[in-house]
């Protein structure tokens, strides 16, 4: 165990993979704008030959990661679908990935309309189930690929649970923990094998950067990894290392107002007379309410909900209702944000898919953010109005 894993998580997010510049003692990590590092001699050098291999910046944001997750290796993209890009990489021809059937729709997107014609095939099952788990496992799944909470009907899935089904088969394990950060929910001291994040939410945490990241503790995956991302170049800009390291240093206090937000928020959607059913972790009458409470140490700050007139047109009028919830895409910064992922993040999910996995026509997503909880219950309350 090395000496991060002992300090808290505020600690961490402060200080790892940080260290005074040594040339000048700055205490922030410098902006290493360069694309390339001169060499004494042939091959000899200080660790850097291009800045599309390596980087002082990111290598700094890549210790943090990892230290934030517990885990060996971090490994950053540009962007969110990048880092899964170089996952689905691994793979080839003729093999199967079986993923949750609550997915991103720039996911299901990824898998199906880029990897599908290329002959590697995903399936979508409900792995709430674990004997369907089983059963859908055959001899050509090379990977097992699950967000918890789920994008966005926010199911919650057994991480170890998973995990010992897939060991029993010697099937890796990926976790997208976008939607709780490694503040909240740590997959890989779970059983699982890689953990994605898209940094551009939670971990940057301030709508400014786009990028992804990769966390792993095994040796041989991690290098290979490391490969595909030099290989293929999709690799973040030292300026968005540098703008994330500085929003990792707030995250635990981020999440644990937006945490506190978001719970005072669904409790108070519940009771609502034009709201039907609310979609959130923390509410006690949630299928997997008490999972959630046993594998994170919150229950995030998204909530979704759809509504007792169950059309578009409903829907419409609470999204162009809002003043403080922005209509936006995305999600995890300070400001509070609402969606409508039937027609925005998960349009590329057909209708039929959508509507089994319980994202209906009218369901709305909020990100709740970190402003003063009453400014915004009165404006969910006068758009529902």
Known sequence: ?????????????????????????????????????????????????????????RDALQASIAALENGKYGICFSSGLA???AVIKLFQTGDD?????????????????????????????????????????LPETKLIWLETPTNPTLQIFDIKAICMVAKEKNI??????????????NP??????????????????????????????????????????NASGAVPGPQDCFLTLRGIKTLHIRMDRSCENA???????????????VMYPGLKTHPQYTL????????????SFDLKDDSMDAANKVLGGTKLFSLAESLGGVESLIGHPASMTHASIPRE????????????????????????????????K
């Not at 890796?172 to 929910?185: E, G, H, R």
């Not at 786009?210 to 290098?223: K, R």
């Open 1 to 57: 165990m090395s000496s991060n894993d002992k300090q808290g998580f505020g600690t961490k997010a402060v200080h790892a993979g940080v260290a005074p510049d040594p040339t000048s003692g700055a205490i922030m990590t410098p902006i290493y704008q360069t694309s390339t590092y001169v060499q004494e001699a042939p091959g000899k050098h200080k660790g850097y030959e291009y800045a599309r291999t390596q980087n002082p910046t």
């Open 83 to 85: 880092a899964m890009d």
């Open 97 to 137: 990935i079986l993923c949750g059937n609550d997915l991103y729709g720039g996911s299901y997107r990824l898998l199906t309309k880029v990897y599908g014609p290329m002959g590697i095939k995903s399936r979508y099952i409900d792995m709430t189930n674990l004997d369907l788990l089983r059963k859908s496992i």
């Open 172 to 185: 890796p394990v990926a976790v997208d923990n976008t939607f709780a950060s490694p503040y909240l929910q």
């Open 188 to 229: 890989l001291a779970l059983g699982a094998t890689i953990v994605h994040h898209s940094i551009t939410k939670y971990i940057a945490g301030h709508s400014d950067v786009i990028m992804g990241g990769l966390i792993v503790n095994d040796d041989a995956l991690a290098e290979r990894l490391k490969f595909l991302q």
């Open 263 to 277: 719970m005072r928020l669904a409790q108070y959607l519940q009771n609502h007379p034009r709201v039907g059913k």
């Open 292 to 303: 959630a409470a046993s594998q994170m140490k919150n229950f995030g700050a998204m909530i």
């Open 353 to 384: 898919q959508r509507l089994a996995s319980g994202l209906t026509d009218s369901l709305i997503r909020l990100s709740v953010g970190i402003e003063s909880y009453e400014d915004l219950e009165k404006d969910i309350e006068q758009a529902l």
